[in-house]
Each structure stands twice: as structure tokens, then as C-alpha cells.
């Protein structure tokens, strides 16, 4: 039942994503960003709307009070992560407009890069060296202007389920702290469900927990990243508890 429920739902997405796809190739030249991102938001919201009648994948937010305290202010979310089913689910949950940091080359991934190149996100190309973070602060300024809400991932990679994190890479505080923005953690444990690279999908509960944001204002890029890996991997350890005991014996 497992494999038929995750074959399912992998035939559900083969068929949603050309589709919806083209159609926003056909809306866009047509839409303003702020338009084009709430069309794209739909997809995302069929995903996990799908993921839960089909795999039984149900999520829930704690902390949820955090993110309304920074509604009118510029934040960098920097979040935990486990599988492909965050990257899905803040764009369809997440109460303002979200703009990825990302690396030129996805851009070329059919459909769901091409879809993404059409969106205000900051774009990187690493062939650049040290003048891409220099070119990603100046999109990001511009983003949160904007006012949307930029998103990284600090771990780099999907860390699997109960896995220890490697050292956070500082890239997100730094763009926080050039662009005077507020820092928001997150912890999420997606990767009990949805794991990272598996084809099947089990059914479960998630759980998005929100901390308190962290003024970056007179701290140093290095503070900041490392109050976020504190509070990130010590409410990993909370959240998904069982895990982690596991990955421990």
C-alpha cells in the first residue's frame, strides 16, 4: 500500500507540473511579480494538498507568532533542512511572498527552473567567486525592499532525519547582517516522512517550529549564524526527539 500511495502521488505531480508550467509561461508577461509569485503559489498548495490525501502527510506550525511580529519588517528565514517537502511548503504556507537564493544553474531544470527564472529570486553564479555574494547582498536589498521575505538553508544539503548537522554554512547571516534584516530560525522534520532522495513517502506528521527573531544589528555574521545553529539543532532535538535517540544508539 506504502509503494502504491508514494506511485500515486509521483504520477500526480508527472502530470500537475508541465501543465502548470506552460500555463504560467503564458500568464507572466501578462502579471506583475507580486501576481506572478501568488500564480506560482498554487502549485505548491496542490502539492501538499496531494501529499496529504494521498501519502496521509499532515504538517502543523509552532511558534507561528514569531513570523506575525515580523510581517512589516525585513527578514532572512533561515531554516533547517531535510527534504523537498519545505522547499514546497513555505511557498504555500508562509505568510509573505518568498525569494530563494540559488545557484544560475537550476534555471535550466525543465518546467520547474524555467518557471523560476520568471520570479524575482536572487540568482548566484558561483563562476563569479567572491563577487556573487557581492551581487546576491545587492538583489537581496532589493527583494526585501520589495517586500518580500528571502529564505536560505543554511546546512548546504537535505541532512537526513536524526543526523547531527555539519557546521552552518554563514552566507544567510551574512546577507542578513549587509542588509540589516532580522533573522527568523526554523526547525522542521520533514525528513521522517518525506526523506531525502526516497521515492516513497510515509504517512505522518510534520512539524515547523518558528523561533524568535535575532536583530543582527551591531553583530557579526559569525554571532549570528551561530545563535541560529543553537536554536535550530537544540529544537531538532526536541521536535523530532525519537530520531535523533536513534541515530544516537
Known amino acids: 500500500m506504502l509503494f ?10 508527472l502530470v500537475l507540473t508541465p501543465p502548470y508550467a506552460c500555463a ?3 500568464v507572466f508577461p501578462f502579471m506583475s511579480a507580486e501576481r506572478r509569485f501568488a500564480f506560482v503559489r498554487g502549485w505548491p498548495r496542490l502539492v501538499i494538498w496531494a501529499a496529504r490525501g494521498i501519502c496521509g502527510i499532515r504538517y502543523r506550525f509552532e511558534g507561528w507568532e514569531h513570523l506575525e511580529a515580523m510581517r512589516d519588517k525585513p527578514v532572512v ?14 511557498v504555500a504556507t508562509l505568510p509573505k511572498p518568498l525569494c530563494f ?7 535550466l531544470v525543465p518546467f520547474f527552473g524555467w518557471a523560476l527564472g520568471m520570479l524575482k529570486m536572487v540568482h548566484i ?7 556573487a555574494f557581492s551581487s546576491a547582498v545587492k538583489q537581496g536589498r532589493k527583494r526585501l525592499q520589495e517586500g518580500a521575505w528571502i529564505i536560505m538553508f543554511p546546512e548546504g544539503t537535505r541532512t537526513p532525519s536524526g543526523m547531527a548537522a555539519p557546521r552552518y554554512k554563514s552566507g544567510g547571516a551574512r546577507l542578513a547582517v549587509e542588509t540589516g534584516a532580522w533573522v527568523v530560525p526554523m526547525a522542521v522534520n520533514s525528513g521522517r516522512v518525506w526523506p531525502r532522495n526516497s521515492f516513497r ?3 505522518g506528521l ?5 523561533g524568535p527573531a535575532i536583530a543582527t544589528a551591531n553583530q557579526t555574521a559569525e554571532q549570528v549564524n551561530q545563535a541560529v545553529q543553537q536554536w535550530v539543532e537544540a529544537e531538532m532535538r526536541r521536535i523530532d526527539a525519537d530520531s535523533y535517540r536513534r541515530e544516537a544508539a
Not at 125 to 131: S, T
Open 206 to 210: 510534520i512539524t515547523i517550529s518558528i
Open 24 to 26: 504560467c509561461f503564458l
Open 201 to 203: 513517502k510515509y504517512p
Open 4 to 13: 502504491l500511495r508514494s506511485l500515486l502521488f509521483t504520477l500526480y505531480l
Open 125 to 131: 553564479n558561483r563562476k563569479e567567486g567572491p563577487r
Open 77 to 90: 528565514l533561515l531554516s533547517k533542512h531535510q527534504s523537498a517537502w519545505e522547499t514546497i511548503a513555505y
Open 101 to 107: 537564493v540559488f545557484k544560475r544553474e537550476l534555471l
